[in-house]
């Protein structure tokens, strides 16, 4: 079987799950461990029977309330020394320990409430010079000798709800600095003489409160000690009225400015009851709560310095004129339901009740009932500047016309309050008398009809106007506003039934100074384009729950249709819940203010890509409860850039890699102060394998094995491209490139890298070895290329004439500075060149350098028929000293080009 408290605790349970929903009970059972934060240490609602140990050595707040200590121990909190408030409320704790001081020496506020604390003995606090707050209410306290006399500097001291049978806490005057004491629901019901005598020499106490103490008795003096007092609770002490007169008469003697009597059972209010108040400086008194039928004439006549009078909650039957009688400094009076109607009469207000309040600010009768308003229920009010009958009953205010109110003619009225006070018609010039009014408020009424305009005459200075919630729809015209243009702030919420024809011209139009424009909940299905034209200052607009699908559709009869145009200053826009499934492209274009933007409830799907780029200065998104599947930077990476807020829970989102990659990616690294819900109610659609689960659960690994091979497979593609184009380019024109390259190289450095003195040495450039048959290719190609800075030796022109052919050819081969082989097949076979020519050739390229031999491949000639034949292999010769003949007519001036590089190189070795 059970026990008491396992049931306690099972519905304890049930109860939280029903009133908070199960995500509340589970957060309130999965605190585990105390939370740290600024230095304060919260270990609250733990079970613990111990002060925790691992907690950081430099906090200075703990609270160890609802626990289960049964004693405060100095050495386990020895550890903190540095603590200046320990909170160890709602535990059991019986003693304090004399330690506790010794050991927190800089500790300041104490709260030990709702404990069981009894004997308090002096020792107990008398190392707790610091405290400046001590809370021990809610304990049993019996105090013995001294126990607060060391408390020097002790500003705030409760010992209420202590059963002290006394309100005297000591007999000797201590607690210097006391400036608030709590005596409330504590049992005596006398208060002495002497009571307050060890406060003599408490100059700053202010606030006491002796709230449902049952006060019977009052012996003359008991407030002389505390002469300072400016605030008196008495709330709850059920006294009545002489008892009440005997206190008055002793505070008269004080510095009182507050006096609170709420539930002291004063039914009828006497004349006399305040008499002892007459010459106190009495600025607040609260009467409410008291069933209060009747005020006796000139029952606040001894209050004249009176500011703040409170009535509420009380049953007023009559209000004369003498029964505000002498309150001639009264500035607000608050009488909420002070007025009720019974079931046999209904209260009544005298014509000029009022009158005596010259000075009065602030008038509300929120929730009262009274028979009519005459021409002369609120005369006299010459300072009045705020009134309030919201909710209030009156046949009157049912169909006010210009006589209703006239009795406001002489007060400089601000604000006027009639919310729900079932005004059905409104006539011309009703309110004409209220030339200063700046607020007015009519929200949930009866009003049905046309505003034409005349039923706000005279409220030229009107700034804020409030119809929301009506009953019944009011049809707008477009001279509905025009004598209010000044206005700042209009809401219709609620209340309105608009059509297309009725907005042409707009009944904004003249509202240029419009900030705040509220629409919704009005089922509007139509919006001219320039509807909103000329509201260049308009900062808020709210359309949320209305119609306007078909307005942004692409598909609409004549193109979408862009209301926001004209309002390029909003800061807030709300279209919650209009049935959107599309926003077209050019919808918010403009609205680069815009901070906040609601588009939750409604339809939407896929958003074009440029929709919210314009919106840079977004703080709020909230697009909840929406269609969206998928989230791409495309679309949401401007909007998200400098948020602060975002609500977007309750989408079917896809869980892949193309739809949500870049969103959880984002939520991981975001710098938003604030995503509700995020674990709970941002949740995958789709696939199968993340149905239901929270998108932080989606894993972004499984994506990023795709990145390298989408980069490998971009950087393998453009490598193989671009190498088969140069291939080709090579092939085809790396012959152009190379002669232009040449070109630049040589045109700043010259031809020749051969000293000047080299070129002094030899009589010939070149000295050229080819076959018969190649003759007439030499004589066509080379030779034309001589000139006053190139030569070549040809065996058959320049032979010395009686010279040996042997001789001949080694003299001309010493005066020429290159060997020139025009290489052909016919040359590999000529017996003259493979015995003699070739074998001194090579002998000049050991002895000089391999750079005294150039190669003219006439014939593409194997390697190895070149060794054979000539004793030379290319990989005997530098690069640029072997040239291919390829033939083409637009490659000859290329050719020569290499040549003449090839003749110019030196034959000297390079260390």
């Known amino acids: 079987m059970r026990s008491p408290r396992s049931l306690l605790l099972t519905w304890v349970i049930v109860i939280c799950y029903f009133m908070t929903g199960p995500y509340h009970c589970m957060a309130s059972q999965k605190k585990t461990s105390c939370s740290v934060q600024d230095g304060r240490a919260d270990c609250s609602h733990l079970s613990l029977n111990a002060t925790p140990q691992n907690l950081p050595r430099n906090i200075t707040s703990l609270d160890m309330s609802h626990n289960r200590l049964v004693r405060i121990s100095p050495e386990s909190l020895s550890l903190y020394h540095g603590l200046l408030h320990l909170d160890v409320s709602y535990n059991s704790i019986t003693k304090l320990d004399v330690r506790l001081c010794q050991t927190l020496l800089q500790l300041q506020m104490l709260i030990i409430e709702h404990n069981e604390v009894h004997l308090l003995k002096k020792d107990d606090l008398s190392h707790c010079t610091s405290l400046t707050r001590l809370n021990m209410a809610s304990n049993r306290l019996k105090l013995q000798g001294e126990p607060f006399s060391a408390l020097k500097n002790l500003q705030f001291l409760d010992v209420s709800t202590n059963k002290l049978p006394s309100a005297k806490l000591s007999s000797q005057p201590q607690l210097p600095s006391l400036v608030n004491l709590n005596l409330a629901f504590n049992d005596f019901s006398t208060l002495e003489k002497d009571d307050f005598s060890f406060l003599n020499h408490s100059p700053f106490l202010r606030v006491l409160n002796l709230s449902t103490v049952p006060l019977k008795k009052l012996e003359p003096g008991c407030l002389d000690p505390i002469s300072g007092l400016h605030t008196l609770v008495m709330d709850g002490s059920n006294m009545g009225n002489q008892v009440l007169s005997k206190l008055c008469l002793e505070l008269s003697g004080t510095s009182i400015e507050t006096l609170s009597l709420q539930k002291v059972n004063l039914v009828t209010l006497l004349n006399a009851t305040f008499t002892g108040l007459q010459k106190a400086n009495l600025t607040f008194l609260d009467l409410s709560h008291n069933g209060m039928v009747k005020i006796e004439e000139g029952s606040f006549q001894w209050l004249p310095r009176l500011q703040t009078l409170i009535l509420a909650n009380n049953n007023i039957k009559h209000l004369t004129k003498d029964t505000f009688q002498g309150l001639k400094s009264l500035k607000k009076l608050q009488m909420t339901k002070a007025l009720v109607r019974s079931t046999s009469s209904t209260p009544i207000i005298d014509d000029f009740s009022f009158q005596p309040l010259s000075a009065l600010e602030s008038l509300t009768l929120q929730h009262t009932a009274f028979r009519e308003i005459t021409a002369n229920t609120f005369t006299g009010l010459i300072s009045l500047r705020e009134l309030d009958m919201s909710w209030s009953s009156c046949a009157s205010l049912k169909s006010i016309s210009d006589k209703t109110l006239v009795s406001l003619a002489g007060s400089p009225l601000r604000q006027l309050n009639l919310r729900g006070t079932d005004i059905g018609e409104i006539n011309p010039g009703s309110f004409s008398v209220l030339g200063n009014l700046t607020i007015l408020l009519l929200d949930h009424n009866f009003i049905g009809k046309i505003l034409t305009g005349e039923e706000f005459k005279g409220l030229g200075q009107v700034q804020e106007l409030h119809m929301s919630d009506n009953y019944q729809k009011v049809k707008l015209s477009s001279t509905s506003f025009v004598m209010v243009p000044n206005l700042r702030v209009l809401t219709l919420g609620k209340s309105i039934n608009i059509t297309a024809s009725e907005l042409d011209p707009s009944p904004f139009k003249p509202l240029s100074n419009l900030t705040f424009l509220d629409l919704s909940n009005n089922n509007i299905a139509n919006i001219r384009e320039n509807t909103f034209e000329g509201l260049v200052n308009l900062k808020v607009l709210k359309l949320q729950h209305n119609n306007l699908a078909r307005l942004w559709k692409s598909a609409n009869l004549g193109g979408p249709v862009l209301f926001l145009k004209g309002v390029q200053n909003l ?262 060149c493979r015995r003699f020519k070739a074998h001194h050739a090579l002998n000049e390229v050991i002895e000089a350098s391999r750079d005294s031999v150039v190669l003219v491949f006439l014939q593409d000639v194997h390697d190895y028929k070149l060794s054979r034949s000539l004793f030379l292999r290319r990989g005997m010769l530098r690069s640029r000293c072997i040239l291919d003949w390829h033939g083409h007519k637009e490659r000859v001036p290329a050719f020569h080009q290499k040549l003449l590089i090839a003749l110019g190189m030196t034959n000297r070795l390079r260390e």
């Open 571 to 832: 800061i807030t826009l709300q279209m919650d819940s209009n049935g959107l499934d599309e926003i077209p492209e050019e919808a918010l274009r403009g609205l680069s203010n815009l901070s906040e933007l609601s588009l939750a409830s409604n339809l939407l799907n896929s958003l074009k890509d440029s929709v919210f780029d314009d919106l840079t200065s977004l703080r709020v998104l909230r697009i909840q409860k929406n269609l969206i599947t998928t989230v791409r930077p495309e679309v949401f990476k401007t909007p998200m850039r400098n948020l602060s807020l975002l609500v977007m829970d309750k989408n079917p989102f896809d869980c892949t890699c193309e739809s949500i990659l870049w969103f959880v990616i984002w939520l991981n690294n975001t710098n938003v102060t604030r995503l509700p819900n995020l674990r709970d109610q941002y949740r995958c659609n789709t696939p199968r394998a993340y149905f239901n689960r929270s998108i932080m659960d989606f894993d972004t690994l499984s994506c990023k094995d795709m990145t390298p091979f989408q980069a490998l497979y971009v950087l393998s593609s453009t490598a193989v491209l671009m190498l088969m184009v140069t291939a080709l380019v090579v092939r085809f024109h790396g012959w152009r490139i190379q002669f232009y390259w040449n070109i630049l190289i040589n045109r700043t450095l010259g031809f020749s890298d051969a000293s000047v003195e080299e070129g002094r040495e030899f009589e010939y450039d070149a000295y050229i070895i080819h076959a018969e048959e190649d003759s007439r290719w030499v004589e066509r190609m080379m030779v034309p290329l001589e000139n006053e800075r190139c030569k070549f030796c040809l065996q058959d022109r320049d032979e010395v004439p009686g010279m040996p052919l042997l001789e001949s050819i080694v003299d001309n081969m010493k005066m020429s500075r290159k060997i020139l082989f025009v290489v052909t097949e016919s040359l590999l076979k000529d017996p003259w």
